[in-house]
């Protein structure tokens, strides 16, 4: 697929990973639906990437009803759908047995609903309308890109909950990618390891250069734009299929 024929939905698409891959995708002709819960950050990011290749649209991914929807506004925003970056998640961090005592029920199920339910909701939306987009080469009808996290491999103490949730996401590329292959669309998964967000710009100085270090080459956090060229990567590669990449820079979480 070609960057510049993209038509693209991204989910957390107004921040972070999410609006750098919008970023990437308007600055070489591709059209953007950003999905986000943020209206601030929201018009903001509109107004910087262009209201001709960028809207923005309010949408929980855990709604079914609200997804749907704003799929099919989108598809008729950006004149067709071939792709869907989802980038959406929380941390939801919390110790199973904490000073408070056990961690709710609701917290962990709140976890998995935003990272794992919401990205499932995203792409099997998204797919229902690939499906009948004209075939490219190799057949190629729409692309489908995950984000999950290296904490799915080894996740660390107080991360049961996201740790379980990213690494449904993994679990279901495989799976998903052979079903949806008889439509020509294939569907991937990054993991990116420990990358510059805007959570990551609250931290001390000297948490975040601890962050860095932790890494063994380069050492240092990852880069938004990073990611976002892989997902071009992706996107432009048809061999690219069922896949999970870590963008970690070999770094292995510790226990804590």
């Not at 921040?15 to 601030?40: P, R, Y």
């Not at 929380?90 to 904490?98: M, N, P, Q, S």
């Not at 100085?205 to 990073?226: C, K, T």
Request: charged share 20%; with cysteine.
């Amino acid at each position: 697929m070609q960057l510049s024929h993209t038509r693209a939905v991204i989910t957390g698409g107004v921040s972070g990973l999410g609006f750098a891959v919008a970023q990437h995708l308007v600055k070489h002709g591709g059209k953007v639906a950003l999905f986000d819960i943020n209206d601030l950050k929201g018009d903001s990011a509109v107004a910087e990437l262009g209201a001709g290749q960028a809207r923005y649209f309010r949408t929980d991914v855990t709604d079914e009803a609200n997804v749907q929807a704003n799929l099919a506004a989108a598809k008729e925003f950006l004149g067709g759908l071939n792709a869907a970056i989802s980038c959406a998640g929380i941390l939801g961090a919390g110790r199973v047995l904490g000073k408070e005592g056990a961690m709710p029920l609701k917290q962990f199920a709140g976890t998995v609903m935003v990272n794992l339910v919401g990205s499932f909701n995203v792409a099997k939306g998204a797919a229902e309308l690939m499906q009948h987009n004209e075939a490219g080469e190799d057949g190629e009808r729409g692309v489908i890109v995950n984000t999950a996290s290296v904490a799915a491999y080894e996740g660390q103490i107080g991360q049961a909950a996201y740790s379980a949730s990213k690494g449904g996401v993994v679990a279901m590329t495989l799976p998903m990618a052979r079903e949806l292959s008889r439509f020509g669309i294939r569907v991937m998964t990054i993991a990116p390891g420990i990358f510059w967000t805007p959570m990551v710009d609250t931290m001390p100085p000297a948490v975040q250069e601890s962050l860095g270090a932790s890494i063994p080459f380069p050492s240092r956090l990852g880069r938004p734009e990073e990611f976002a060229d892989t997902v071009a990567f992706i996107l432009g590669n048809r061999y690219l299929n069922g896949e999970t990449i870590r963008l970690d820079g070999a770094v292995r979480l510790a226990p804590k």
